[in-house]
């Protein structure tokens, strides 16, 4: 279809846009001044916008004009502007009778336009060798359209809505490693969400997201997991210990890797639709519109598109744009990386790390968490690692539960970690000792 946007087209939207409310409605938010040829059209279309946003209301023609007198240039008079009206308004029926048909014709030059707009911006920023932000405009202007949709009615629909909160709340739940952290999440996280484990350096984070994507596949997920630490065969060695058993140091015997070889290929089998991406990017180098594109990819290239998707972890990454404050920097990507969550309807998750006087509190809560806590401001679930020196020689550790949107926040739960398989479980008694 080509979107014709004629002299008479324009007209017959401005006729539409001042005299038909469900039309202005649909459209006013795609429609730009520049896209009318005439000043006098893109002045008229203004006025009423403005007058709407004022009152609530179309103006009538005289509001128009009482409108854009005090606006007018040397050259112009009111009387032009009643001329312009008047052929608006006697615009021919076959133009504007059709209002579908007018409504799908301005959606689509508004979109042509925008993605005209889009190219050109993406030629500059190629040159100024920003090539991670054309995809991020680009897809922008792919979703102009009219959105019709005026979200819930709350009393319209109560005994639906029962029904998808109560009735169907454990469908699609992801759940986390830990039981007791599941039955206060009434079945677990849901998608369209961002979890955050926090922890100091060398206490385990890396090690929960890895066990958090074996869990996932374990209830038939596709995970993709985003490394921006270790490369991609550390992260999968860890995976192949965690889901065969198969202690890390024993991986490199030949004698064992026909028998994860053959205990892998029960998994796929025992958990069907499981299936696991890793990709590792440069410390500091990726953004989020990095793993939008990698995300954009593995659709096109491998059908590929995760239900879950890990990042190792927050800090590495960087915003998509410059910001001085490293606290506002971190802020930003955790705010981009929900984003991605919210847009691919995907659970995220994510670490986040804490100086080493972590270590010094019994729980990491929000109060130790100061500067950062903006990050987990910004996520509907985030849970804290807390281990002593003699937790630690134990194969013990404490899980704090810091924030939590749709279940029990504030309370810990016993952890248990094998180091030879690197799994965590749920522990049966909580150590009491606390760090020095």
Request: glycine share 6%.
């Amino acid at each position: 279809m080509a979107y014709d946007f004629s002299e008479n087209i324009q007209r017959g939207v401005l006729y539409l846009l001042k005299s038909n409310k469900d039309f202005y409605l649909q459209i006013v938010n795609l429609v730009q001044p520049e896209y009318f040829e005439f000043p006098s059209h893109s002045k008229i279309f203004t006025k009423v916008r403005e007058h709407y946003e004022k009152y609530g209301k179309l103006p009538t023609d005289d509001f128009i004009i009482q409108d854009v007198k005090p606006t007018l240039g040397a050259r112009e008079n009111a009387s032009d502007y009643e001329d312009e009206l008047s052929y608006i308004n006697n615009v021919d029926s076959s133009t504007v009778g059709n209002t579908e048909y007018m409504l799908d014709l301005v959606e689509g030059f508004a979109k042509k336009e925008a993605m005209k707009s889009a190219i050109a911006d993406s030629i500059l920023l190629i040159k100024e060798d920003r090539i991670d932000e054309v995809e991020a405009i680009v897809k922008q202007a792919l979703l102009i359209n009219r959105d019709v949709d005026t979200g819930q009615d709350y009393f319209a629909d109560i005994a639906g809505r029962w029904d998808r909160i109560f009735n169907k709340k454990n469908e699609n739940k992801y759940k986390t490693v830990l039981p007791e952290i599941n039955k206060s999440l009434e079945g677990g996280l849901g998608s369209k969400e961002m979890a955050m484990v926090v922890a100091p350096p060398g206490v385990g984070k890396s090690l929960y997201l890895v066990n958090q994507g074996v869990h996932s596949m374990i209830e038939g997920r596709k995970v993709l997991y985003v490394s921006c630490e270790m490369s991609e065969d550390k992260i999968a060695q860890r995976f192949d210990s965690i889901m065969t058993l198969v202690p890390q140091c024993k991986l490199k015997d030949p004698a064992n890797q026909l028998t994860v070889k053959e205990r892998l290929d029960i998994f796929k089998e025992e958990f069907p639709g499981s299936e696991l991406i890793i990709k590792e990017f440069p410390t500091g180098q990726a953004t989020i519109n990095t793993i939008r594109n990698l995300l954009v990819q593995l659709k096109n290239y491998e059908e590929f598109e995760p239900d879950l998707l890990i990042v190792d972890y927050l800090e590495l990454l960087r915003p998509t744009r410059d910001i001085q404050q490293e606290y506002h920097a971190q802020q930003r990507v955790a705010e981009e990386l929900r984003g991605v969550a919210m847009e691919y309807n995907l659970l995220v998750w994510t670490a986040t790390q804490t100086n080493r006087q972590g270590k010094m509190v019994k729980f990491i809560t929000d109060a130790e968490l100061g500067d950062s806590y903006g990050k987990i401001r910004t996520c509907d679930f985030a849970l804290s690692l807390n281990q002593s020196e003699e937790e630690f020689d134990q194969g013990q550790m404490r899980a704090f539960v810091i924030k939590s949107r749709n279940g029990r926040p504030r309370f810990a739960v016993p952890m248990e970690i094998d180091y030879s398989t690197l799994r965590m479980s749920e522990g049966d008694e909580m150590f009491t000792g606390e760090a020095e």
